[in-house]
């Protein structure tokens, strides 16, 4: 164990481990239950001389002993066990800082082992020329012991000779020679190049020497006249560690994904640990066992060695990590605060729709089902149907016409749970139409420049686990990103370009999407157009969309029912729409020239007329919001700036007015002229002129 808070979680499964010490530990029974990449391995000796392990080869794996309980052990010794119950009785490790050495478990009785160390020192330096341990040992030096486990024992081998070079040829050797089969594992050996896409000279030779072996291995045969390779076992994070070249479909070695616990793995080791658990004191055993299996499903894609981690987390007084769900989630993603927890967010959820109707106007529909799937989120409910249980939060489409308030709602949820509207984070997958654009969302892979920066959105959720994700326009990205939110749906975790994962699990995962706004079949949509009608269309184009443009149906299968469709604006919520963003302006120009613009009745009814017209209304807020810069701000701004109203000045505009394309507006100063002291604001001084009307005419570029 390697985390300081898991000392005492740790101790009690060595203990477990060693109340349960096999008396016979050079036994050729691996036990009853071997996990299926180890038996790849044993299987793949007879057909393979070079294997890479990789993936979780830093974490505890557990053993079934032939007789006691199971057992918590490193990865070179639950490989020990497997080799040795292959026959493989002499096994080499060789790393970068503790050189070469024989390997045999922990778990072994010391008398046992000191004999057994012994007895293999003196067979390995008779038969194989190998002498153990070695602390100084080059690259040079690695490559001349592994020629002398790949080339086999030599009766003949003098003490510290060299070993005679194989030639090519057949791939067994005479048979004679077979009762000290070696294997030799070569750990951390992504750290025996400084960068594989950059090798030195004295790496290359190394890594030619190793694929050199590969081709010349020779198969020896056994007892049981069936042939096996000595084989070299490579450990490795990924494999991108090691040379392309390596690592070449010609090169006869074999890859194995050595996998994160299951759930099966994962409900052992916390039943072994329940009894440490505070929250286990005064269980019935039905509830334990309930206990357990909440335990294996909060760590879902953690190593088993977090475990005593998390329990000592729990067991450390802290409040906010008392429980053992807190704790894992604090372990996960580093942090204590958990903004789904807070009693303030329910009383807040318990007017959501009052507030998202008053952000989002004229969806009362579109947000009565983001509001459910919002509470859903919220009382950690949300994919509870399936296995996984460290899904992201809340996942919503927002799909629908432009300009009605998806990017808004989007914000607005922000503001509710996360307390500020700028709480989330948002990527425009117009930028994503690439396909090598995917690199900037995880990062570029190793040996390529930037590679150890990370992602955009895996830094970005690393950095604030709990905010809301935004993709604008989904459909817009390149088909091979969109794969990359298969994984962040089904298992809410992503893995980095440098090979660090990144959890979702606190996330609110927001797509927006314009999908079956274009006419392909009926009539165009406008205003006008159904509610229902709308629905029906938009959904099935979306499902056009991933199941036949895509060929993605299994992406639109976990969005399930999460696709929420907005309508347009009517006349009505237009207007509303059209009142907060005139007030907005009138607010910023006294904020800015202190000058207080009112329009007259009669020109705020012509605005509200135009702007709510279907030609308008077919662009949502944006095509208000368009309509006012140019029929009213544009032609204000002119006259504001020529004039130079004096500050504190009232100003009507009385008169809206223009053709072919230009616009016109009528002022007329209706408050108290200024002090004469008041300077104005523009480059002219208070005369005459500004006492009466003025009339502005501005061209309209729309």
Do not use: C
Not at 159 to 187: F, H, S, Y
Not at 293 to 317: C, H, K, M, T
Not at 436 to 444: Q, Y
Request: glycine share 8%; proline share 8%.
């Amino acid at each position: 164990m390697s985390h300081p808070r898991g000392e005492h979680a740790a101790r009690h499964m060595s203990e477990r481990a060693e109340a349960a010490e096999p008396r016979n530990a050079g036994t050729d029974v691996d036990g009853p239950r071997v996990p299926g990449w180890l038996r790849d391995l044993q299987s793949s000796v007879f057909t393979h001389p070079q294997f890479v392990l990789h993936g979780n080869v830093r974490d505890q794996h557990l053993w079934t002993p032939p007789r006691g309980p199971m057992q918590f052990l490193s990865l070179l010794d639950r490989l020990w066990y497997t080799l040795d119950a292959s026959g493989y009785h002499h096994v080499l490790v060789a790393d970068p800082v503790d050189g070469l050495r024989l390997h045999l478990p922990r778990a072994m009785p010391r008398p046992e082992r000191e004999e057994r160390l012994r007895a293999q020192q003196e067979v390995l330096r008779a038969r194989y020329g190998i002498r153990a341990p070695q602390r100084e040992l080059d690259l040079a030096a690695l490559a001349d012991r592994m020629r002398h486990v790949v080339h086999g024992p030599d009766p003949d081998r003098a003490e510290g000779a060299e070993g005679a070079e194989a030639q090519d040829g057949p791939d067994i050797r005479p048979p004679g020679i077979v009762d000290t089969p070696v294997a030799l594992i070569i750990d951390y050996a992504g750290r025996l190049v400084t960068n594989p896409a950059n090798l030195m000279e004295n790496e290359q030779a190394f890594f030619t020497a190793a694929e050199k072996l590969a081709h010349q291995a020779m198969r020896f045969v056994w007892p049981d006249e069936r042939a096996r390779y000595n084989p070299l076992i490579w450990l490795v994070h990924n494999e991108q560690e090691l040379p392309a070249s390596f690592m070449s479909p010609s090169v006869p070695l074999r890859r194995i994904a050595v996998p994160v616990p299951q759930l099966d793995d994962r409900l052992t080791a916390t039943t072994a640990l329940l009894p440490l658990l505070p929250e286990s004191a005064g269980l019935t055993g039905e509830q334990r066992a309930a206990l357990a299996r909440r335990f294996a499903d909060s760590v879902q894609g953690l190593p088993l060695n977090s475990l005593p981690a998390i329990v000592e987390l729990s067991r450390s007084g802290i409040p906010e990590v008392s429980s053992m769900e807190a704790a894992a989630r604090s372990y996960r993603l580093g942090v204590r605060e958990n903004p789904w927890g807070q009693h303030e967010l329910r009383g807040r959820l318990r007017d959501a729709e009052e507030t998202l109707n008053a952000a989002v106007l004229g969806q009362q529909q579109a947000v009565g089902r983001a509001v459910d799937i919002l509470v859903r989120s919220v009382m950690g409910l949300s994919g509870a149907q399936a296995s996984s249980v460290v899904r992201p939060r809340g996942v919503l489409f927002l799909a629908g016409p432009t300009g009605v308030g998806k990017t808004e709602l989007a914000k607005a949820i922000s503001q509710l749970v996360f307390g500020e509207a700028d709480a989330y984070i948002r990527f425009d997958m117009s930028e994503f139409a690439a396909e090598h654009s995917a690199d900037r969302l995880t990062g570029a892979p190793p040996g390529y420049v930037g590679y150890d920066a990370g992602g955009e959105l895996t830094n970005a959720v690393r950095q604030s686990p709990f905010s809301l994700l935004l993709f604008d326009e989904i459909e817009k990205a390149a088909p091979r990103i969109l794969d990359k939110f298969l994984q962040v749906l089904d298992d809410g975790r992503l893995t980095d370009g440098t090979g660090s994962t990144v959890h979702f699990s606190e996330s609110i995962i927001v797509f927006t999407s314009n999908l079956g706004m274009q006419a392909s079949d009926g009539p165009p949509l406008t205003p006008q157009t159904d509610r229902a009608e709308l629905e029906r269309r938009v959904e099935a184009e979306i499902r056009r969309h991933f199941v036949e443009t895509l060929r993605r149906p299994e992406l639109l299968n976990r969005l399930g029912d999460n696709i929420v469709v907005f309508g347009f604006i009517d006349e009505p919520t237009g207007a509303r729409i059209f009142e907060q963003q005139l007030a907005r302006v009138l607010a910023r120009v006294r904020q800015q020239h202190a000058v207080d613009v009112r329009p007259s009745a009669a020109v705020r009814a012509a605005l509200v007329r135009e702007a709510t017209s279907d030609t308008v209304l077919a662009y949502g807020g944006r095509g208000i919001g368009s309509f006012l810069e140019s029929a009213f701000v544009n032609p204000l701004a002119h006259a504001l700036f020529r004039e130079g109203f004096p500050r504190g000045t009232v100003v009507e505009v009385t008169e809206l007015g223009g053709s072919s394309g230009r616009r016109t507006l009528t002022l007329r100063r209706s408050g108290p002229p200024p002090q004469p002291d008041a300077g104005p604001t523009g480059s002219q001084g208070g005369g005459p002129l500004r006492a009466g009307l003025v009339k502005v005419r501005h061209r309209d570029q729309s």
